[in-house]
């Protein structure tokens, strides 16, 4: 991945959905929340937010965290010992961009299994479990990130889901869903957030990616769970005192920004298609399912972080590389169907220049 951060003007930023900014309609939400002292749960506005994620999710009780992160090494912490194994794709979240957060706080460490775009089967899983006993370390919970980022926003299917939860629950293994853009596969597939998140221990989503909302996530598992969460919030700083600012930021994105998720992966799909024509970029725009396109160069005379650098400079279009090849883009509520079409001619407009240039003139 770049880092974050361009000195040319950005026009479309397509680099993540994190980046949206609070619509006028989400900041009179945020003027207008009611606040108190959350420590105390008396902030009526993240108490709200909290209930009608319990209520989506279907679980016992929830808890409002600063950041999807938070969320995830909050729960390895609870389902975890010094020394045991977190199982998780070798592409998640989680192990890929919190890779100190298991280690130092938990003391455990991420065992990764084989995934195709960050979805395993039962075989795969099975063949990253180590057996029982003294050398080997326990394997205390199973991750799942639904959709899966590093995959290409690939979604789980419930039976997916089904058997690999299953699965660790027949070798007493606790089982976690990252579900930062979960909302997205409910939109995708069509099944209910209540059916996903149902099979797990802990569940959590994030509203601050392509709900539009500022800052935050929330965790969510049965009452004793969230009980243990409290104290590591208190613990490691993440309680809050007036927080229904930004936390009826969220509830307005529940309320609001649910639907319009189709819209995004329609324009990730369209962005997939209009790509896919282009003799050096390899993606299939069928395997796009919600709004994340990750797409490969082929014979490429440059690297993808080259591309993303000139592209931002010659047309203001961002993207991100995510690997010599590759690159990600990802479609949210400030980018509309026209900024899809105007940054894929840049990208397939660069390619054709650079690859027009003598090789001496190459010289970046
Ligand atoms: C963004 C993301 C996270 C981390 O969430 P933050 O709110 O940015 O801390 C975790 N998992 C996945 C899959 C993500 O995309």
């Known amino acids: 991945m770049i880092p974050v951060g361009s000195s040319y003007p950005i026009r479309i930023d397509l680099f993540s959905d994190t980046i949206t900014r609070p619509t006028k309609a989400m900041r009179q939400a945020m003027a207008n929340a009611e ?21 989506l999710l279907g679980k016992e009780e929830a808890v409002f965290l600063p950041s999807g992160t938070m969320c995830n090494q909050i729960a390895y912490a609870l389902h975890c010992r ?4 977190i199982l998780v794709d070798e592409t998640a979240h989680s192990l890929c961009h919190e ?15 084989k995934a195709d775009h960050g979805v395993f089967s039962v075989a795969q899983l099975e063949a990253a479990l180590r057996p ?9 919970v199973l ?40 909302l997205n596969a409910v939109v995708a597939t069509g ?33 004793d769970f969230i009980n243990e969460a409290w104290r590591l919030k208190q613990r490691w700083g993440g309680s809050m005192r007036q927080s229904g600012i930004v936390a009826a930021a ?39 399912q919600t709004n994340i396109v990750l797409f490969d160069l082929v014979d490429s005379p440059v690297t993808a972080a080259v591309l993303v650098d000139r592209l931002i400079q ?16 990802v479609t949210h509520l400030d980018v509309d169907s026209g900024d899809i079409r105007i940054a894929a001619d840049a990208i397939r407009a660069l390619l054709d220049e650079i690859h027009s240039m003598p090789t001496s003139q190459r010289s970046f």
């Open 132 to 140: 029982e006993g003294r050398s080997f370390a326990r394997n205390a």
């Open 99 to 113: 890779e100190t957060g298991a280690p130092a706080l938990a003391g455990a460490f991420y065992r990764p299994i």
């Open 35 to 55: 606040v108190g002292d959350e420590q105390k749960g008396e902030d009526p506005s993240t108490n709200e937010l909290v209930a009608l994620t319990r209520e």
């Open 82 to 85: 010094p020394g045991d194994a």
């Open 143 to 182: 991750s799942i990130e639904q959709p899966s980022n590093l995959g290409g926003g690939t979604c789980w299917s419930l039976e997916g889901i089904t058997s690999v939860t299953n699965m660790a629950r027949s070798h007493q293994i606790k089982t976690h869903m990252d579900g930062a853009r979960m």
């Open 250 to 288: 969220g509830t307005f994105a529940l309320r609001n920004n649910v639907d319009r998720l189709a819209d995004d992966h329609g324009n990730a799909r369209l962005l997939a298609e209009l790509l896919s024509v282009h003799p050096q970029i390899s993606i299939d725009p069928l395997t796009v």
């Open 191 to 223: 099944v209910s957030a209540r059916d996903f998140c149902a099979p797990f221990d802990s569940v959590w989503l994030d509203l601050s990616k392509g709900l539009g909302a500022p800052i935050g996530a929330v965790l969510a598992g049965d009452a």
């Open 314 to 329: 010659k047309s203001g279009v961002r993207m991100g590389a995510f690997g010599p090849s590759t690159i990600r883009a």
